[in-house]
């Protein structure tokens, strides 16, 4: 703000410039009045002449968006010559409001944010306060951005204060909290309205599902929600084979003016693996939660996950091997996942947590217990998440810790076992039992959802322009 008025006054002074010099070419006289009213000026001590040059060859180095922005902004234009004589005074002319938009720092504070942004203490915390209705301040992410309004305070117009706080705490979702006459802060939340575009891709496997499908431009978050939905039935690292298909239907997120916002839900996928076709749709339940389900109704989601690491690498299988440790023949009684340190590890089912703590070899230790017959255990993490300890119950999909390389280990791995009526079995073979099953009309109005969705494909697919060709 104290820069483009500073320019603005360079360049009014600028053009007052030129127009004395024409009016010296045009008539004589004229420079004569200005003789004198110079030699006034000096005589009432100002620098009249000497900040006018000064002033003049400043301005040549504006930019034409600052003068352009000075010119249009009517406060400044208003401005009269005389205010020009005296700096302080200019100062008290009104402030142009600023509108900024910051973020928090890794690990920073939304009150460090906004006092970085410009807002006073006592502003910041009563912001906060008042968006605290809304939001939990402490679990903001640096990426999501934080708008400040700063306009002319009601005692000085030419100080600024914090006028409003916009939290875009979600594509669709602004909370936003505003001062009011009184000074305090008001918070309410503005929904922005989204567009879905529906997109189709399909592709053939050469090498990866991965290579395969970015190179058909599958957003890389719609590949890994892929890859995630066919977990529970496809192992990526042996099944997979070149030739084999892959097809998306999914959602695109739209601004209202026209901006990728982000990616919608996968409404229907298919993977044709060595010949077999396992098609999936997403499918709204009467009880409003959603799954997905093959074209038999029967849920994707098994029992217990095959992978409770996301992006991991298999390293290790279930069986005889020489220790990586110990250095001789041992019975390896699960599998292992490589992935980096601090990778968060999943439950692979629903359940209550049977042991959280060190245990020997295993160095630092968690196993649940599933049901009757089935527990999973995990090894070598890191650290346990915060509130995980014997006795809690957790879901399938939820972070239980983090993989690390505590006890007997050689790097950051995850050990992953599954015990079946008290023995370990190995998760690659071991038939696992499946999830809900669709019956009766839920059934019936599952197949012609599903049928319905079919048709929506087949139509989009004969049209060229929405296609993504193979
Ligand atoms: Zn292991």
Redesign the pocket.
């Known amino acids: 703000m104290a820069v483009l008025l500073t320019n603005s006054i360079l360049y009014y002074n600028s053009r007052r410039t030129r127009s004395i010099f024409s009016a010296l070419t045009a008539k004589p006289f004229v420079l004569a009045l200005l003789i004198l009213a110079l030699a006034g000026a000096i005589a009432t001590g100002l620098t009249f002449t000497t900040a006018y040059t000064a002033l003049d060859s400043k301005t040549q180095n504006m930019t034409e968006e600052v003068r352009v922005a000075i010119w249009s902004n009517p406060e400044i234009a208003l401005l009269k010559k005389p205010e020009f004589r005296n700096h302080t005074k200019l100062n008290e002319k009104p402030a142009p409001p600023i509108i900024k938009t910051i973020g928090i720092r890794p690990g920073g504070t939304l009150m460090g944010a906004l006092v970085r942004g410009g807002a006073t203490r006592m502003d910041a915390h009563q912001a906060i306060a008042s968006l605290k209705t809304f939001l939990d301040p402490k679990r903001l992410r640096p990426e999501q951005k934080i708008t400040l309004n700063f306009q002319p305070t009601s005692e000085s117009e030419s100080s600024l204060q914090l006028s409003s706080v916009t939290v875009h705490t979600s594509v669709d979702l602004n909370l936003i909290t505003e001062r009011k006459s009184d000074g305090t802060f008001v918070s309410r939340k503005t929904e922005r309205q989204l567009i879905r575009k529906n997109m189709h891709v399909h592709g053939s496997i050469k090498t990866s599902l991965y290579e395969a499908a970015t190179k058909q431009n599958t957003p890389v978050e719609i590949i890994m929600r892929l890859i995630r939905l066919y977990s529970w039935d496809v192992d990526f690292q042996r099944d997979i084979q070149a030739g084999d298909d892959f097809e998306i239907f999914f959602e695109r997120l739209y601004n209202d003016d026209g901006t990728l916002v982000g990616e919608g839900e996968i409404i229907c996928a298919s993977m044709t693996l060595s010949g077999t076709q396992l098609r999936l749709y997403r499918y709204e339940l009467g009880d409003g939660t959603t799954d997905y389900f093959d074209a038999h109704g029967a849920s994707v989601r098994k029992a217990l996950l095959k992978t409770p690491v996301d992006g991991a690498r298999l390293s290790?299988r279930y069986g005889k091997r020489k220790h990586p440790v110990l250095g001789y023949n041992k019975m390896?009684r699960?599998?292992?996942f490589a992935a980096p340190r601090g990778t968060p590890i999943m439950a692979a089912g629903d359940g209550v947590i049977d042991v959280a703590a060190r245990n020997g070899a295993y160095g630092k230790y968690i196993r649940i217990r599933h049901n009757q017959e089935y527990k999973t255990a995990y090894?070598h993490l890191k650290s346990f998440k915060k509130g995980i300890r014997k006795g809690v119950r957790v879901r399938q999909g939820d972070t239980i810790g983090y993989v690390g390389s505590t006890g007997r280990s050689t790097g950051p791995?995850l050990?992953y076992e599954i015990h079946r009526n008290g023995r370990q079995v190995d998760p690659m073979s071991v038939k696992l039992p499946s999830g809900r099953k669709l019956s009766g009309e839920e059934l019936a109005v599952y197949h012609s959802y599903r049928m319905g969705i079919d048709t929506a494909i087949a139509q989009l697919t004969s049209s060229p322009l929405t296609t993504a060709q193979n």
């Open positions: 290790s390896h699960g599998i292992d090894g791995h050990h």
